[in-house]
C-alpha cells in the first residue's frame, strides 16, 4: 500500500478551468502538506495542515485552496488556472510537524 | 540569494568514489532535511538532522549548527545513486515552515 497517494498524476487542462488534485495518507499522521516543484525543478511549500488547521500559506494565491475532510486527506483545489500554474505539485505528509516528511508521487500539472 | 544554498549544482562521478554534497543555510533552524529525487520524479526523506551526524547504509550526513553547514557524503558510490539530493531546512520560527535549496544534480558513471 503507497503511504502517501496522490491523484491524479497526470493531468493536462486548459486556462481557466477549476481542477482538484487529491491526497490521502495511510500512516496515521497529523500533519499535511502541498508542494509545489516549478520548471526549475525548484520545491516551494504551499500548504501545511495540522489537526486540520491551516499553519501556514506562503505567497499562494487565493486561487489555490486546501481541503481537508479528515486527518488523512488534504485535497488541493484550484481555480481559474493559469499557465504558470503549470507545475509538479507534491503531497506529503509527517507525524508532526517536526518529523520525517513522506511524500507522494507528485501529480503532474499541464495548463495549455 | 536563496536562504539555503547547495554546492555543487552538478556533479558527476566514477562508481565507486566517494562523494560530499554541501548545503549552507542563513537562517534559524530547528532540522535540517537531506531528500532524494528520483529521474522519475519521486521523493524521499533520506536524513533529518537536527544536531551532529546520521549514518544509513552508505549515506551519512552531518551538520554543524555554528557554521550553519550541513554535508552529504555518499560512499562507495553506485550508478543507482544518481538522483538530485535537495538540502530543507525547518524554520526555527515556525516548524511548519520550510526553505529548500535547489538541488544537487549527481550522475554517477559504471
Known amino acids: 500500500d503507497t503511504a502517501v497517494s496522490q491523484t491524479p498524476k497526470y493531468l493536462v487542462t486548459q486556462m481557466g478551468n477549476d481542477k482538484s488534485i487529491k491526497c490521502e495518507q495511510n500512516l496515521g499522521h497529523d500533519t499535511m502538506y502541498w508542494y509545489k516543484q516549478d520548471s526549475k525543478k525548484f520545491l516551494k511549500i504551499m500548504f501545511s495542515y495540522n489537526n486540520k488547521e491551516l499553519i501556514i500559506n506562503e505567497t499562494v494565491p487565493n486561487r489555490f485552496s486546501p481541503k481537508s475532510p479528515d486527518k488523512a486527506h488534504l485535497n488541493l483545489h484550484i481555480n481559474s488556472l493559469e499557465l504558470g500554474d503549470s507545475a509538479v505539485y507534491f503531497c506529503?505528509?509527517?507525524?508532526?510537524?517536526?518529523?520525517?516528511?513522506?511524500f507522494g508521487e507528485g501529480s503532474w500539472l499541464t495548463v495549455v | 540569494k536563496n536562504e539555503v544554498e547547495q554546492s555543487p549544482q552538478n556533479l558527476t562521478a566514477q562508481e565507486g568514489e566517494f562523494i560530499t554534497i554541501n548545503c549552507s543555510y542563513s537562517?534559524?533552524?530547528?532540522?535540517l532535511h537531506w531528500l532524494q529525487q528520483h529521474p522519475g520524479g519521486g521523493i524521499v526523506s533520506l536524513f533529518m538532522l537536527s544536531s551532529g551526524k546520521k549514518k544509513h547504509g552508505r549515506l551519512i550526513a552531518t551538520i554543524n549548527i555554528q557554521e550553519k553547514h550541513s554535508s552529504l557524503h555518499i560512499t562507495a558510490s553506485h550508478p543507482r545513486d544518481s538522483a538530485v539530493y535537495i538540502c530543507?531546512?525547518?524554520?526555527?520560527?515556525?516548524?511548519?515552515?520550510?526553505?529548500f535549496g535547489a538541488g544537487t544534480r549527481l550522475t554517477v558513471k559504471p
Open positions: 530543507a531546512v525547518r524554520s526555527g520560527y515556525n516548524n511548519n515552515d520550510m526553505r
Open positions: 506529503a505528509s509527517s507525524a508532526s510537524s517536526g518529523n520525517t516528511i513522506y
Open positions: 537562517v534559524g533552524i530547528s532540522a
